[in-house]
């Protein structure tokens, strides 16, 4: 099956029953999870009714993606953790993630929040790429093994190592990114991610050297956050290499 243009893709919170088993199905076909793995329908339906956000990806009739969060408190401060988002794999780099992402952006904000957040894989180029340059997180926290071990074949066996993402819905360098605008920011470190990561993830041969350069990068990223410095952006070349740019921390970023 051909993925349709994605101007032609539908984006609407979703209420239905039926809607909430197509997104168990879609993280069977997203990821491959075995059953124990799998956020059941329940959930769904909570989210929906306490105040958190599922909202699907529809091509025609046929539903093809979704983004679900919950709502959360942190230091007195309500935000919303955006849990899971899932695009079946034909209609990747097409930009649904990022409009799935954008209407969670105008939900929370119609709704008063000023903070989303959520987890991503380091070692995942491409959603790191879009996270940081394109949405415009920053990142300041990084958790070892966040989920403990995963069934998806997807994650090579490796620790589900996690940054946190930190979305300022409302700030003035979310707004820029967001129209296109280039950031300028002093860089004082990067930390590299080789497309080569992906062979080695699913290639038992060479996934030691993934298994290295996660934790070299762990222990990189950790002594950043320790010395004040904050991902402000993420560069990809190329060959499809990325990088995380650091800068000293200045709370301007979220304001």
């Known amino acids: ?110 709704r008063g929040f000023h903070l989303m957040e959520w987890t991503f894989d380091p070692l995942e180029i491409r959603n790191a790429h879009l996270n940081i340059a394109r949405l415009g997180v920053i990142v300041r926290r990084y958790q070892p093994d966040f989920y403990g071990p995963s069934s998806s074949p997807l994650q090579g066996g490796l620790p589900t190592d996690r940054l946190y993402a930190e979305w300022w819905l409302q700030s003035a360098r979310v707004a820029s990114i967001l129209r296109g605008e280039a950031q300028p920011t002093e860089i004082a470190e990067r930390v590299s991610v080789p497309h080569t990561i992906y062979q080695w993830k699913q290639d038992a041969g060479h996934r030691d050297l993934a298994r290295a350069l996660q934790s070299r990068n762990r222990e990189e990223l950790q002594s950043a956050f320790q010395r004040g410095l904050g991902v402000v952006g993420y560069d990809r070349d190329e060959h499809g290499d990325g990088a995380f740019l650091l800068s000293r921390w200045n709370d301007n970023l979220i304001k």
């Open 1 to 110: 099956m051909n993925a349709s243009p994605h101007t032609a893709i539908r984006i609407e919170s979703l209420k239905t029953l039926e809607q909430f088993e197509r997104c168990v199905v879609l993280q069977l076909e997203v990821w491959g999870y075995s059953d124990g793995d799998v956020i059941p329908r329940r959930v769904f339906i909570v989210a929906q009714r306490i105040g958190g956000q599922v909202i699907g990806a529809f091509d025609g009739d046929t539903q093809i993606g979704f983004a679900m969060s919950l709502p959360g408190v942190r230091d007195g401060r309500p935000y919303l953790h955006s849990h899971m988002l899932a695009v079946l794999p034909q209609y990747r780099n097409e930009g649904i993630g990022r409009r799935l992402k954008l209407a969670q952006r105008d939900d929370a904000i119609a």
